[in-house]
């Protein structure tokens, strides 16, 4: 299960990701928002972000203006990777890198032809392991608090 995010800026491509999404039968649940009114981008980072951490989902895609805002919120939550891409190359390798787990995009950034082939990527590319799990751990590390050096 796949769940989807935005503000009211990251509406319009949230909602064309989720009819991409339907048409490929990927299941999908959307914590919104659900209209364009304006609203606050770390409100649904949250949610969507709960999501994952619970295990009800198992990737996020998150919309806002520019992808950063949403990002950096759903970086607050423990055990979230989440990168903010505007390019097709950093969308495949945070998964085979960094095991990212929700991959924000800007709707004021990309359009919505590319957003989708980043979100095809993203949600098809596997984490590699390897040297990038000590990686990938030393993140948890500091989010727990722990020196690395
Ligand atoms: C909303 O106007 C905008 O600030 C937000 O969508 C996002 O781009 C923030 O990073």
């Known amino acids: 299960m796949i769940v989807l995010g935005s503000d009211h ?11 991409y999404l339907k048409s490929k039968g990927i299941d999908c649940t959307d914590v919104g928002c659900f209209t ?3 609203c606050d981008y770390a409100i649904s980072a949250q949610k969507a972000c709960d999501k994952i951490i619970s295990g009800e989902c198992e990737l996020g895609i998150l919309c806002c203006g520019t992808g950063v805002g949403i990002s950096i919120a759903a970086n607050k ?3 979230i990777r989440a990168c903010s891409c505007s390019d097709y190359f950093s969308a495949k390798y945070t998964r085979m890198h960094n095991d990212a787990n929700v991959l924000c995009l800007g709707a004021r950034v990309l359009g919505s032809g590319l957003a ?3 979100v095809d990527v993203f949600l098809n590319t596997e984490f ?8 990938v751990d030393e993140i948890t590390a500091i989010e727990n608090g722990e020196k690395l050096y």
């Open 9 to 19: 800026a990251g509406f319009p491509l949230k909602e064309e990701i989720k009819e």
């Open 116 to 118: 989708i082939e980043m």
């Open 128 to 135: 590699e392991g390897g040297r990038h799990q000590r990686r």
């Open 77 to 79: 939550v423990k055990g």
């Open 36 to 38: 364009p009114e304006s």
